[in-house]
């Protein structure tokens, strides 16, 4: 059985910093590449981050990009996402993603989910 458990979550002021990390039992994560979506209150489920099998390249999206970066370690079987500069509009559960293509930026192609961790950031 196949599961990806987030942790690293929790109530941040703006500016600071969190580190979010995603184990992964039942699948081997350099099978998979890996990535993070987010959903805020109200808002759609939006594409993060992602990374290759091997960890070499990466896809940041705009809104993250210089602030937030995505890394594995395959043989912990674990993935990361350090995020700096935290805002307000940051506040969203962080979902770990795994998939067999590259890279799905929309849910829709996602082989499997967590169930999220939540990041707060007040002003």
């Known amino acids: 059985q196949v599961q990806l458990v987030e942790s690293g979550g929790g109530l941040v002021q703006a500016g600071g910093s969190l580190r979010l990390s995603c184990v992964a039992s039942?699948?081997?994560?350099?099978?998979?590449?890996m990535g993070w979506f987010r959903q805020a209150p109200g808002k759609e489920r939006e594409f993060v981050a992602a990374?290759?099998?091997?960890?070499?390249?990466?896809l940041d999206a705009e809104s993250v990009k210089g602030r937030f970066t995505i890394s594995r370690d395959n043989a912990k079987n674990t993935l990361y996402l350090q995020m700096n500069s935290l805002n307000p509009e940051d506040t969203a559960v962080y979902y770990c993603?795994?998939?067999?293509?590259?890279?799905?930026?929309?849910?829709?192609?996602?082989?499997?989910w967590g169930k999220g961790t939540l990041v707060t950031v007040s002003s």
């Open positions: 990374n290759r099998r091997s960890g070499g390249n990466t």
């Open positions: 993603a795994a998939a067999l293509v590259w890279f799905p930026t929309t849910p829709q192609g996602i082989n499997y």
């Open positions: 039942g699948l081997i994560l350099s099978s998979y590449h």
